[in-house]
């Protein structure tokens, strides 16, 4: 089992930077993939971004040059660093993490970020 938390959302005008922080605990050592999603009022849950247990990163094309996601081992926690901050960047963020063997998939349980005009 895997649990995340997710930290960091708020508030915040276009232009502005957020820092998301996703603390995990649990079975850490197996999981392969962790990632960034969020979900707008109305819409699918999409990705953002995602990063593996070897650092290689991955983004949507709508936050590519504007988000940053990264990971600290030492402190068991994931970021997502958001610069640039649009209205349409509004949504709740969630914490990913993937084991790939058995298949498993872990959410956190939401961080809400508003991006006024």
């Known amino acids: 089992q895997v649990q995340l938390v997710e930290s960091g959302g708020g508030l915040v005008q276009a232009g502005g930077s957020l820092r998301l922080s996703c603390v995990v605990s649990g079975s850490i050592f197996a999981i392969n993939v962790m990632g960034w999603y969020r979900q707008a009022p109305g819409e699918q849950r999409e990705l953002v971004a995602t990063i593996t247990s070897g650092y290689r990163t991955n983004y949507a094309d709508s936050v590519k040059g504007r988000f940053t996601i990264s990971r600290d081992n030492a402190k068991n926690t994931m970021y997502l660093q958001m610069n640039s901050l649009k209205p349409e960047d509004t949504a709740v963020y969630y914490c990913?993490?993937?084991?790939?063997?058995?298949?498993?998939?872990?959410w956190g349980q939401g961080t809400q970020v508003t991006v006024s005009s």
């Open positions: 990913n993490a993937r084991i790939t063997v058995g298949n498993y998939q872990f």
